[in-house]
């Protein structure tokens, strides 16, 4: 276990399909997390899993947006319906539950919406 | 909530030369700061963060100082080489039972040879 896992790497897709994102994260690392980073911004929050259990969701998830980790290991996000604002890097990112650390990020899905 | 602001959003040095970059965030309760390294078309790569406790730390030509009453945290990056080139970014944290970034919008580093 090198690192966090993302798939797809890219992905394009048209105006109003559905799409989902694939997460790995580091096998002893029990906090997951998703952020959207578009072009020139630095990645935004967008949801964060204990375990299996998620926890808070930012504002910027919209109903067309869930995101799930069914047994506490790999985490999927799907986007419905998708929007060309839609367009972004998917993050995620884990570490571990003690006190303060740093994340280990993935090398994200890049999101193009036509 | 928590909003982070960076400057510069681009810097250029020559190579030998020092880096300063700075954040300022505004939630007095955020007690942790890491900063992040992004090389094009790859991950954030954590580079060297600091606690609320500590004024500054080091990690070889790498130094974050924080400024607790000012609420603005700064990476010194000394002696650059051009493969310090990259974008990085700053973020803020309150440790409300899990680690929410907050990120600053990012500094471009171009260091030339």
């Not at chain 2, 954030?44 to 607790?68: C, F, H």
Request: with cysteine; charged share 20%; aromatic share 10%.
């Amino acid at each position: 276990d090198t690192g966090v896992s993302q798939d797809p790497r890219h992905k394009i897709t048209k105006r109003g399909q559905n799409v989902t994102f694939r997460c790995d994260p580091i096998s002893e690392h029990n906090r997951l997390y998703w952020y959207r980073q578009t072009l020139g911004q630095g990645p935004e929050f967008l949801t964060y899993f204990q375990n299996e259990a998620q926890l808070e969701k930012s504002r910027l998830l919209s109903d067309r947006f869930s995101a799930e980790r069914p047994k506490g290991s790999f985490s999927t996000l799907e986007i419905q319906r998708t929007e060309q604002g839609d367009s972004a890097m998917y993050l995620c990112a884990s570490s571990l539950d003690t006190a303060l650390g740093g994340y280990t990020f993935g090398s994200g899905t890049r999101l193009t919406v036509v | 909530g928590e909003n982070v602001e960076q400057h510069p959003s681009t810097l250029s040095v020559q190579e030998g030369d020092s880096a300063v970059i700075k954040c300022t965030y505004s939630d007095s309760a955020s007690n942790y700061f890491p900063w992040y390294k992004q090389e094009l078309g790859k991950r954030p790569q954590l580079i060297i963060d600091i606690r609320s406790n500590v004024g500054e730390k080091k990690d070889q030509r790498i130094a974050v100082t924080l400024n607790k009453t000012a609420k603005h945290f700064s990476l010194h990056i000394t002696e650059t080489q051009p493969e310090d080139s990259a974008v990085y970014f700053c973020a803020a944290s309150m440790n409300t039972g899990f680690q929410k970034l907050v990120f600053g919008t990012g500094t471009r580093l171009l260091v030339s040879p």
